[in-house]
């Protein structure tokens, strides 16, 4: 393999620079070219694609987002966009492409798997929601941005003794509320992976009014509905009144963590180290701190697993 290509698709997330510029270095190292495809997908179709250098990764790793853009493309979900982009990669000389991105993105590259084309997925993606790894690259930064909000948020709510309904994100996955529940001490934590009952929450909340707790956290995923809507649920069960806060995007953003530069450099590295080898359709992740590989499409088939024992504890320490 003398040339390949990287690409960001779908969501941002903290760590992807770090990731492409493991992958440029790692690549450069071993006397491989390496072109960035700008845009995600879109880019690719286009051929909006340049070389990159050493130093055109210089400065990026401490750099939330991505340098090299991301975008959704439509057009790419059909065959013919596939084959408009594998032209291009040909176009170029690129005999193989790495894929950093979510879920969605690992589909753009299952489906050039399919055509024949060597592609590696990268799991970038603050939601944790990519099987075959036990972390994604983001999910760390963004869960110490809603530890920070949340302790800030408590303050208030301790202040003025009050529940407070924090609405995080996560798509479909109740990772990212999940551990920051944990870790922010929430009294209550909605995860889509299990049934919330109203009746369950209301008697907690009684339960420590009576040993004197006026306040309190309680973290709803996106997945399961939106803070407001919990809201009125809440207020019309327990005739009490909340305040809401949606953190929205400040979550997707930041410098990010030690922990996910670490685990995007490692993550890059070893997908030039997969096509190098000639394995392509191939999706990296990382389980009980060793890097792993997965057939790609066999990866897309399994479903992520939150950790349930991890969800038990919440529910007993915030009794
Ligand atoms: P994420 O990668 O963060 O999950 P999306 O779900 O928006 O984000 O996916 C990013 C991009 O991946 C899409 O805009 C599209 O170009 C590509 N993609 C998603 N699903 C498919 C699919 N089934 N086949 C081919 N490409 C896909």
């Not at 870790?183 to 009952?197: H, M, Q, R, S, V």
């Not at 907690?204 to 509905?225: C, T």
């Not at 359709?281 to 897309?300: H, Q, S, T, W």
Request: a neutral charge; one cysteine or more.
């Amino acid at each position: 393999m003398k040339r390949i290509g990287v690409l960001t698709s779908g969501g941002d997330s903290p760590g992807m620079n770090a990731a492409v510029r493991a992958v440029v270095r790692k690549a450069i190292y071993q006397d491989i070219e390496v072109y960035g495809i700008y845009q995600g997908y879109n880019g690719l179709i286009s051929g909006n694609i340049k070389k990159l250098e050493l130093g055109s990764v210089g400065d990026i790793i401490h750099r939330g987002g991505t340098m090299l853009y991301t975008a959704r493309c439509e057009e790419f979900k059909t065959k013919e966009g596939q084959q408009k982009g594998i032209e291009q990669l040909k176009k170029y000389g690129i005999e193989g492409l790495v894929v950093i991105g979510g879920d969605g993105s690992y589909q753009g590259a299952k489906a050039l798997t399919k055509l024949g084309y060597p592609c590696v997925g990268v799991p970038g993606t603050i939601d944790n929601d990519i099987p075959g790894t036990e972390f994604t690259i983001g999910f760390d930064t963004a869960l110490n941005t809603v530890i920070d909000a949340i302790d800030k948020i408590r303050d208030t709510a301790t202040s003025h003794e009050r529940t407070f309904i924090i609405e995080v994100m996560g798509r479909n996955a109740g990772d990212l509320a999940l551990w920051s529940g944990l870790a922010g001490g929430a009294e209550t934590i909605l995860i889509p992976e299990d049934n919330y009952k109203m009746d369950d929450i209301v008697d907690r909340l009684k339960k420590g009014q009576e040993r004197g707790k006026k306040h309190s956290i309680i973290i709803v995923a996106e997945g399961v509905m939106s803070g407001n809507e919990f809201a009125k649920q809440f207020t019309e069960a327990t005739g009490m009144d909340t305040r809401v806060s949606v953190l929205g995007h400040i979550q997707r953003g930041g410098t990010p963590t030690a922990s996910d530069r670490v685990l995007a450099s490692r993550f890059g590295a070893r997908a030039v180290e997969l096509l190098m080898d000639g394995k392509g359709g191939r999706a990296v992740g990382i389980e009980k701190n060793k890097l792993v590989d997965y057939d790609i499409i066999e990866a897309l088939g399994k479903q992520h697993e939150i950790n349930l024992n991890m969800y038990k504890l919440s529910k007993e320490l915030s009794i």
